[in-house]
């Protein structure tokens, strides 16, 4: 899904913007998300990490229930949506 491949580096790249690069904790999206995600990257957008594992360094776990987002490091949330 080259949207939330869009919208995660979008929200890491504003993420380091505002807290001198640090790294956010992690990413959560649904196992649907990350299967369209994953389909992405084999497409080759965004490089050659085609198991979803991490995006751009930062992990990403797979939780059903979520609308998708990005955790800073201080434990909020930011929607991916």
């Known amino acids: 899904m080259a949207n939330l491949y869009l919208s995660m580096t979008d929200a890491l790249i504003k ?24 389909e992405s990257r084999l497409m080759g957008i965004g490089g050659h990490n085609v198991d979803g594992s991490v995006h751009m360094d930062v992990p990403v776990e797979i939780a059903e229930g979520t609308p998708g987002v990005m955790v800073n490091g201080d434990g909020s949330e930011v929607s991916l949506q």
Request: net charge positive; no cysteine; hydrophobic share 40%.
């Open 15 to 38: 993420h380091w913007k505002a807290n001198g690069n640090a790294y956010p904790k992690k990413f959560i999206i649904t196992s649907a998300q990350h299967k369209a995600y994953v």
